[in-house]
């Protein structure tokens, strides 16, 4: 039973996310979520959505067997809790894999941490980055001055 791990903070779901969970539960038998929490987002605005629905979300998906909430402050206690066998980082996370390593080492955690690998869009108008959909929203939903053209654009 290979038990696998991956996280992220799944604003606004897309084609990408389901990738990047559909990889990561390849690479084992079982795939657990844990999404972060808006606290711990902080390389980029505030998620739109509550970490709940995101949850829920996440966890409707096929690859998903199981959503969880993260920790609000230490991102190992679902990590030591679940004591995955494999750690799947998404194609673009800044988090460094040997850094992560280390932190699992001196938690006595026996776990191998991989990269996913990215999906390019197949169609023009496909959107596979949060942001991205937001700045859509925008730019044809936002009022005047936000190159909306009052909402028409
Ligand atoms: C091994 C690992 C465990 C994580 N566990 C948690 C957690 O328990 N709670 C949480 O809020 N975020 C957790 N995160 C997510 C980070 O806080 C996070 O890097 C970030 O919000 C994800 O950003 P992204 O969705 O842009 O990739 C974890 C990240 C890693 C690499
Ligand atoms: N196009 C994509 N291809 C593969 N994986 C993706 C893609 N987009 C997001 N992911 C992965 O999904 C996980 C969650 O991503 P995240 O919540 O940052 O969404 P995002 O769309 O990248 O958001 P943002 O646009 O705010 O960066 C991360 O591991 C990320 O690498
Ligand atoms: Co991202």
Redesign the pocket.
């Known amino acids: 039973m290979t038990r696998v791990v ?1 996280q ?4 606004l779901l ?1 084609p ?2 389901v ?2 969970l559909e990889d990561a539960a390849a690479r084992g038998d079982e795939l657990h979520a844990i999404v972060a929490r808006r606290a711990n987002v902080t390389h ?1 605005p505030e998620p739109i959505l509550c970490a709940r629905q995101r949850r829920d979300m996440v966890a409707a998906l096929d690859a998903v067997d199981e959503a969880h909430l993260g920790d609000p402050e230490d991102v190992f206690v679902p990590i030591e809790r679940l004591d995955p066998d494999v750690i799947v ?5 800044h988090h460094d894999e040997a850094g992560i390593a280390e932190a699992l080492a001196a938690r006595d955690i026996d776990c191998r941490v991989e990269r ?4 390019e869009p197949r169609y023009d108008e496909e959107l ?5 959909i937001v700045e859509r929203v925008l730019r044809r939903r936002g009022g005047p001055g936000e190159g909306g053209e009052g909402g028409r654009g």
């Open positions: 991956a992220g903070t799944f604003d897309h990408g996310h990738h990047y980029k980082l998404g194609y673009d996370q996913a690998s990215g999906r596979l980055s949060s942001g991205d």
